[in-house]
């Protein structure tokens, strides 16, 4: 294998990404990163408010990958509770001042149509549309398969300041792999 | 009944209920791994302790949330949705949602709660530095 740690760590620095992270996530990875996100925001003078949507965006997405990536560490089926799953998260700059949190990771080729038409029905809503659908499903029950509120993706679109972009890779015939990218502007 | 008392962690908020004083705190992050496992004992102190409450006794939620998630806040429509049920049967229940000034998302979140409440007293309270 031909790795050159020195060009890796150029590129990154070249590409003005904050944070990058390919591998198995933890809840205490989520935590870890979260720190030194804000840390790293803050020190970049990215401002309150764009740093709070980065980080909710960074929070909401790292824990879709903890909760529904088809992409386990091993074969833990007896410890559900503490099982790893994987997937990618990297933030970065874009433009003007502005940032991107694009996060991936493999999903069941099956489950395409349903994820897709979850995003589809928030990506082109206005802000005031959002807010109204946001607080409607805050107060009803989740839907089945749910782990959290169902709240996760209207979150992110409402902090987004551009439709959410999305693709699906194919892998293989069971496996696809997702990815979503969110831009929030200065 | 006993108090509540749970310490925060780098992802879930201290919560301070205090049985006594009729102050009922929640302070920090919130971003738990299993947001319905953390909230469960938190919402079911709540449920005993609205039982048992007469209509005299005046009551204090203070909220003081730096940041949450989506799930989290879920939960708290959850808990305003049980003071306001509370306050509908003629208890004296108000909520202080504090923030900081420059935490703007967090008084945009404190807002858009207090426009889906009827009747429950939600002070939005925003402070400068100490």
Redesign the interface.
């Known amino acids: 294998m031909n790795f050159d740690l020195y060009d890796f760590y150029e590129e990154v620095k070249t590409k003005r990404i904050l944070y990058f992270y390919c591998g198995p996530i933890a809840h205490s990875s989520i935590e870890a990163a979260s720190y030194t996100l804000r840390k790293h925001l803050q020190f970049e003078e990215a401002g309150n408010s764009t740093t709070q949507a980065v980080f909710s965006i960074f929070i909401e997405q790292a824990q879709n990958i903890l909760n529904y990536s088809a992409e386990k560490l091993g074969n833990q089926e007896d410890d559900q509770e503490n099982e790893l799953r994987i997937g990618v998260v990297v933030i970065g700059n874009e433009g003007d001042g502005g940032y991107f949190i694009y996060c991936g990771n493999r999903i069941h080729t099956k489950d395409i149509t349903q994820l897709e038409s979850k995003i589809e029905a928030v990506r082109n809503l206005s802000k005031e549309e959002l807010k109204a659908l946001y607080k409607e499903k805050r107060r009803k029950e989740p839907e089945p398969g749910s782990k959290g509120a169902g709240l996760g993706l209207i979150e992110i679109a409402r902090k987004s300041s551009r439709p959410l972009e999305y693709n699906f890779s194919p892998i293989n015939e069971s496996f696809s792999f997702f990815s979503i990218r969110v831009v929030v502007e200065r | 009944m006993n108090n509540l008392l749970i310490e925060k962690?780098?992802?879930t908020p201290t919560i301070q209920f205090d049985f006594l004083s009729n102050v009922l705190k929640i302070s920090g992050e919130s971003?738990p791994?299993n947001?319905a496992k953390f909230y469960s004992p938190v919402l079911e102190w709540l449920r005993e302790y609205i039982e048992q409450l007469d209509s005299a006794t005046e009551v204090t939620m203070e909220f003081n949330i730096i940041?949450f998630?989506?799930?989290t806040?879920?939960?708290f429509?959850t808990i305003f949705?049980m003071l306001e049920g509370a306050v509908e049967n003629g208890k004296k229940i108000c909520v202080n949602w504090r923030c900081d000034e420059?935490?703007?998302?967090a008084i945009e979140c404190g807002e858009?709660f207090k426009?889906?409440l009827d009747v429950l007293p939600f002070n939005l309270i925003i402070e400068g530095d100490q």
């Open positions: 962690t780098q992802s971003f791994e947001t940041y998630n989506s799930s806040s879920k939960i429509m949705d420059k935490n703007e998302t858009e426009e889906d």
